[in-house]
């Protein structure tokens, strides 16, 4: 008797096409790094960070570091972030607010993960090597870079400050408002500006540190800058994301933070 070809039944043919799809878009997935929108303040901070949780969990990440503001804009247009370290609670919360993005322990609200300082930093080949209070009301200052207030969260401390000092309507005209805090710490290394008000974190950075000074601005002349995060609603990666904000959370990594010039939370 002779034998008939055997071929596969369409249902197991569809079973194992369905097992072999969706094995392929896990590997896929696995493969998708993290996506961050971190402030521009981060931008000296996070890449060690970033080095550290990949060694220890294998996850690639990729952060964008601009202003608080453009990226809660980016985020609410739906570009593809994963989380959001914003050095500004108020982002965040206006995310979740609209259903855009969640907290991590709280759905309503951001997750704090560190304090953010503000310092007036000047170049040692300047008049103002020694930058101090009085600084600000020397008639030889000609320029002073700050961040825009109405994009950058450093930048409204900038404006604070200005104003508890009564100084803001002297100063005003002698601004270079810069786009966020990354670009206000380059005119005043440039010597685009005599001075700028910049966060601890640019000040710290080797180079600027090697080329400059700061003074720490009292932290009662403006309301605290209180950094928060919150997870995209809309990320394929929640868990991950989830994951990596803890990592942000861990007593080690709050302690490498508070080298950088931030304050940790916990």
Not at 100 to 113: I, M, Q
Not at 199 to 217: D, E, N, P, Q
């Amino acid at each position: 008797m002779k034998l008939q070809p055997r071929f596969p039944r369409p249902r197991f043919l569809l079973a194992a096409l369905c097992i072999f799809w969706s094995l392929h878009a896990a590997a896929f997935a696995q493969q998708e790094p993290l996506r961050i929108a971190a402030a521009a303040d981060l931008q000296p901070v996070l890449p060690p960070v970033l080095d550290r949780f990949h060694q220890s969990t294998g996850i690639d990440v990729q952060a964008t570091y601009q202003a608080s503001a453009a990226l809660t804009t980016q985020i609410q247009n739906g570009a593809p972030f994963d989380l959001f370290l914003s050095a500004d609670l108020s982002y965040p919360k206006r995310l979740i607010d609209a259903g855009a993005a969640k907290g991590l322990r709280d759905p309503a609200s951001p997750t704090p993960y560190a304090h953010g300082a503000l310092v007036l930093w000047t170049r040692n080949d300047s008049a103002f090597a020694h930058p101090s209070q009085a600084t600000l009301t020397n008639p030889n200052l000609k320029r002073l870079a700050i961040a825009n207030p109405d994009r950058a969260p450093y930048g409204r401390a900038a404006i604070a400050t200005l104003t508890s000092l009564h100084l803001l309507d002297a100063l005003r005209p002698k601004f270079a408002t810069a786009e966020n805090i990354a670009q206000t710490a380059q005119f005043a290394e440039s010597g685009n500006a005599d001075a700028g008000l910049i966060s601890m974190t640019s000040a710290r950075i080797a180079h600027l540190s090697s080329i400059g000074s700061f003074w720490v601005v009292p932290s009662n002349l403006y309301p605290p800058i209180e950094q928060g995060a919150a997870i995209v609603t809309k990320s394929t990666q929640q868990a991950n994301a989830r994951r990596f904000l803890e990592f942000l959370l861990s007593p080690p990594i709050q302690q490498e933070l508070a080298k950088s010039g931030l304050t940790p939370v916990n």
